[in-house]
């Protein structure tokens, strides 16, 4: 796997289980920081104010380093744990999974308790459309005029490069890359004479 790629997901998607007549109902959603995550929550809990656990975890940061998981009361490590492994095991990131848990009845114990939470992250995330998306970088270049042919034709030689141009006296270009071919597109634009990275 290229490490400027990453998984994620566009919109919302929800799963369902049943074990012994427990109800286990799951959602994922996109989500940018802990903020937006803790925000998802809070209205969940206010929706399904009348369910046993609303129990969660979260995956966020192209390089998935920010997480978190909690049980809600379940026994220790057999809620959020199995939902954040779940994360794990599709490599997403940027996702928040909560799963909603109205008690049937019948305990589970700790073995159906972690096989439950497991299966209803894992129905939400199967119903999830999954995406890949770059890590990109951003340069910014500086030039006159009288080189913009040389600036465009490095550019058409990167098919992922996007950019945004402001032509004032001098040209001055926001690019867009993936992280991977930054470094080389960078080299070649400064070997253009008259070419200012910022």
Same mark, same amino acid.
């Given at each position: *796997?290229?490490?400027?790629?990453?998984?994620?997901?566009?919109?919302?998607? +929800?799963?369902?289980?049943? $074990?012994?007549?427990?109800?286990?109902?799951?959602?994922?959603?996109?989500?940018?920081?802990? +903020?937006?995550? *803790?925000?998802?929550?809070? $209205?969940?809990?206010?929706?399904?104010?009348?369910?046993?656990?609303?129990?969660?975890?979260?995956?966020?940061?192209?390089?998935? +380093?920010?997480?978190?998981?909690?049980?809600?009361?379940?026994?220790?490590?057999?809620?959020?744990?199995?939902?954040?492994?779940?994360?794990?095991?599709?490599?997403?990131?940027?996702? =928040?999974?909560?799963?909603?848990?109205?008690?049937?009845?019948?305990?589970?114990?700790?073995?159906?308790?972690?096989?439950?939470?497991?299966?209803?992250?894992?129905?939400?995330?199967?119903?999830?459309?999954?995406? +890949?998306?770059?890590?990109?970088?951003?340069?910014?270049?500086?030039?006159?005029?009288?080189?913009?042919?040389?600036? *465009?034709?490095?550019?058409?030689?990167?098919?992922?490069a996007q950019w945004t141009q402001e032509f004032t006296e001098s040209c001055i270009m926001k =690019?867009?890359?993936?992280?991977?071919?930054?470094?080389?597109?960078?080299? *070649?634009?400064?070997?253009?004479?008259?070419?200012?990275?910022?």
């Amino acid at each position: *796997m290229d490490n400027d790629i990453y998984k994620t997901i566009i919109k919302p998607a +929800e799963g369902y289980i049943t $074990e012994k007549k427990s109800k286990f109902l799951s959602f994922i959603f996109p989500v940018n920081n802990v +903020e937006e995550a *803790m925000g998802i929550l809070d $209205e969940y809990r206010k929706k399904y104010y009348n369910a046993r656990h609303i129990c969660w975890a979260y995956m966020i940061g192209q390089q998935r +380093e920010e997480f978190r998981f909690n049980d809600d009361g379940e026994p220790s490590g057999t809620a959020g744990k199995p939902i954040l492994g779940q994360i794990n095991s599709s490599e997403l990131t940027d996702v =928040l999974i909560l799963v909603i848990r109205y008690f049937g009845g019948t305990l589970l114990g700790t073995g159906g308790l972690i096989r439950a939470y497991k299966d209803a992250a894992a129905d939400a995330i199967a119903n999830a459309e999954i995406v +890949e998306k770059t890590v990109d970088d951003d340069i910014t270049i500086h030039f006159e005029y009288t080189i913009l042919n040389d600036v *465009m034709r490095v550019l058409k030689q990167f098919e992922s490069a996007q950019w945004t141009q402001e032509f004032t006296e001098s040209c001055i270009m926001k =690019l867009k890359i993936r992280r991977s071919l930054s470094n080389q597109l960078k080299e *070649m634009l400064s070997s253009i004479y008259g070419v200012e990275i910022k």
